[in-house]
């Protein structure tokens, strides 16, 4: 990202859940339970070694989610990312060598058919549209 230094940055994970969540806060901390690739299993370890306790993300995440939140596809606000790879993605992109003037992480709930995947493109559009104003200023 410090290479581009885009004025809009939106991660994507899948996450639990029925609810799209707009992750607000990053932990700096490891833990799975599963081995990774190399076979290595993580139980507190950080994700940047000597990094803040925590991040924040740098968009507004409460009147984002009640911009975007519908009957159909409701939009909460999350303060937990998780302790894996979306958490270590978040931690890295609320750093300050990345600040850009939004940025944020969306979990988005399992696709479970071809409405779905559409509904989430859709609101994926509609918060660029709604971040793009704030980057501007």
Do not use: K, M
């Not at 990774?36 to 984002?64: K, M, T, Y």
């Not at 509904?119 to 971040?131: F, G, T």
């Amino acid at each position: 990202l410090s290479a581009f230094q885009p004025e809009v940055a939106i991660c994507t994970g899948v996450g639990r859940g029925r609810h799209v969540r707009l992750e607000r806060r990053a932990v700096n901390r490891i833990a799975t339970v599963r081995p990774d690739e190399d076979d290595v299993i993580a139980i507190g370890l950080p994700v940047l070694e000597n990094g803040e306790p925590e991040r924040l993300s740098s968009w507004p995440a409460q009147a984002l989610a009640e911009a975007l939140d519908s009957p159909g596809l409701p939009v909460v606000v999350s303060n937990d990312a998780g302790t894996y790879v979306c958490n270590a993605t978040d931690y890295h992109l609320f750093g300050p060598r990345h600040r850009t003037a939004a940025a944020g992480f969306v979990h988005l709930p399992p696709v479970d058919g071809d409405g779905t995947l559409s509904a989430y493109c859709n609101l994926l559009e509609r918060l660029v549209a709604l971040l793009a104003p704030r980057a501007e200023s």
